[in-house]
C-alpha cells in the first residue's frame, strides 16, 4: 500500500513562508502526478498546484507567483513552497498521488498537515 506523509505544517504570520514535504512510499514515485490541496474550515478541498510526472506545473490563481510546487524524484518526494502567506491560505494541506496508465488509475492521499496564517 502506497502511503503519503505530509510534513512542513504549522502557524506563520502573515507575509510569511513554509515549506511543505510529501514523502511518498513505493517504486512508483516517478511516475505519479503529484498534486496539493487545501481545505478550509466549513469548506470543500481544493486544488492548489500540481506537478506532472514530467515536471509540468499548474496553479490555482489565487496562488501563482507565492507558491511553487516541486519534486524530486529520487527522495520520493514532492514539496510546496509558500511564500508571502496570507491569512485565507489557513487551511488542512493535503498530498495527492495520481496513479494512471500503464497502472491501474487510483489517488493516494496522506493525512494533511494543518497551516494556519495569523498574527
Known amino acids: 500500500q502506497v502511503q503519503l506523509v505530509e510534513s512542513g505544517g504549522g502557524l506563520v504570520q502573515p507575509g510569511g513562508s513554509l515549506r511543505l514535504s510529501c514523502a511518498v512510499s513505493g517504486s512508483l514515485f516517478s511516475t505519479y502526478d503529484m498534486s496539493w490541496y487545501h481545505q478550509a474550515p466549513g469548506k470543500q478541498r481544493e486544488l492548489v498546484a500540481r506537478i506532472s510526472r514530467g515536471g509540468i506545473t499548474n496553479y490555482v490563481d489565487s496562488v501563482k507567483d507565492r507558491f511553487t510546487i516541486s519534486r524530486d524524484n529520487s527522495k520520493k518526494t514532492v514539496y510546496l513552497q509558500m511564500n508571502s502567506l496570507k491569512a485565507e491560505d489557513t487551511a488542512v494541506y493535503y498530498c495527492?498521488?495520481?496513479?494512471?496508465?500503464?497502472?491501474?488509475?487510483?489517488?493516494?492521499w496522506g493525512q494533511g498537515t494543518a497551516v494556519t496564517v495569523s498574527s
Open positions: 495527492n498521488a495520481k496513479q494512471s496508465a500503464p497502472w491501474p488509475s487510483y489517488d493516494y
